[in-house]
């Protein structure tokens, strides 16, 4: 009987292990066992950027060292955005962005103006540049001191368009200057070796590229601004009224990353400097010093307080239409309104 009575307390208590039990309910938990338990593993989900193409006139330069820095330092990516830079021909680039097979890129004022013109809904988003880039430059030995100085002088330019023919026309415009009395020659883009070899008197061309190049070779260069006649809205970003309607976040998105790439540049350029040299190699070595005599000569370009910074000026674009209808650029008035925006930036 013992044994048996054993053998059934042994079983009772194996089958009360195959059933759950009744726990003792959670004790409160106290700042003290708070500060014990270790944290909840934080699950990183990749966040999905937009990837977006930002077009540029011109070839890879040190001149575009604000958008190399917001793409190295990780700007872009921090608004969301995966961009591919590509360089072509700017006129053929707007007519891209004006049909909307690319929605950005960096282009001059005058250019929206003209795409505006021939029904391309192109508009401004950010001013990057201050101050139009393109000058009249002579030797100093040539005496021509304003656009006065020119009667009876040889004027190169690369060709009846683009922005050095805008800016040209612009010196025609402000200064009163006869043009039948100059002579102005097409002598594509070789203003430096034009000027410095007096097969013309004078060039039009971007301060950063032909007045730099003589000034290293040793030259002394007078430097007439076009910007101190007529100061036209310059380099910035564009996009079209479509991506605008239909897309603002990704307009404000890739505005605000540039902007933090523009700052950066200003309050540090040698280090920005450096970072181009990164995104443009060839850029470096031999070209070292050229290529620091064009970035310090674009920075002074750029340079504005932090208020303005990005923002575009009405009266400019007003009076950068009425000067194009009136020099016969395009055909027909266009509302300035409709050439750029300030929604995008300062936000």
């Known amino acids: 009987m013992k044994r048996v009575l054993f053998l059934g307390i042994v079983c009772m208590i194996v089958l009360a292990g195959c059933f759950p039990t009744t726990q003792a309910p959670p004790a409160p938990i106290t700042e003290a066992t708070a500060a014990a338990s ?6 990183n989900t990749p966040v999905e950027l937009t990837k977006i193409t930002l077009a540029m006139g011109y070839i890879p330069s040190v001149q575009f060292t604000p958008f190399y820095v917001a793409q190295a330092r ?30 950005f890129m960096i282009g001059s004022g005058e250019e929206v103006i003209l795409g505006r013109n021939q029904g391309l809904p192109v508009r401004y988003v950010m001013r990057w540049y201050r101050k ?18 020119l009667a009876g002088k040889k004027v190169g330019i690369p060709g009846l368009f683009g922005a050095s ?23 594509g883009f070789t203003q430096a070796t034009a000027v410095s070899q007096d097969q013309v008197d004078a060039a039009l061309d971007y301060v950063v590229n032909g007045p730099v190049q003589l000034r290293l070779a040793g030259q002394e260069v007078t430097v ?37 790439g523009l700052a950066d540049t200003l309050a540090d350029p040698d280090a920005a400097f450096d970072v ?67 929604e995008f930036v300062g936000r």
């Not at 270790?38 to 699950?43: D, I, L, S």
């Not at 970003?237 to 902007?259: F, H, K, R, S």
């Not at 310090?296 to 923002?311: I, K, M, T, Y």
């Open 74 to 103: 990780g700007y872009f990516k921090d608004a969301g955005l995966d961009v591919t830079f590509r360089y072509g021909f700017e006129t053929d680039l707007l007519k891209l962005v004006g049909t909307n097979e690319l929605q």
């Open 132 to 149: 139009f880039p393109v000058v009249l430059f002579a030797k100093a030995e040539k005496g021509i001191q304003s656009p006065a100085d």
């Open 276 to 342: 181009s040299l990164k995104a443009v190699p060839e850029a470096g070595g031999d070209q070292a010093q050229v290529s620091r005599a064009i970035f310090d000569e674009s920075v002074r370009l750029w340079q504005a307080d932090a208020a303005e910074l990005g923002r575009s000026d009405p009266a400019a674009w007003a009076k950068a239409a009425e000067f194009m209808k009136q020099m016969g650029l395009i055909q027909q008035a266009v509302n300035p309104e409709d050439l750029y925006t300030n």
């Open 224 to 260: 007439i601004p076009v910007s101190d006649f007529v100061d036209l809205p310059s380099n910035g970003i564009i996009t079209n009224d479509q991506t605008i309607e239909a897309q603002p976040e990704l307009v404000q998105a890739l505005v605000a990353a540039a902007m933090r």
């Open 38 to 43: 270790p944290e909840p593993a934080v699950q």
């Open 165 to 187: 023919y805008v800016g040209w026309e612009a010196l025609v415009y402000a200064s009163g200057l006869d043009p039948t009395t100059v002579t102005l020659q097409s002598i």
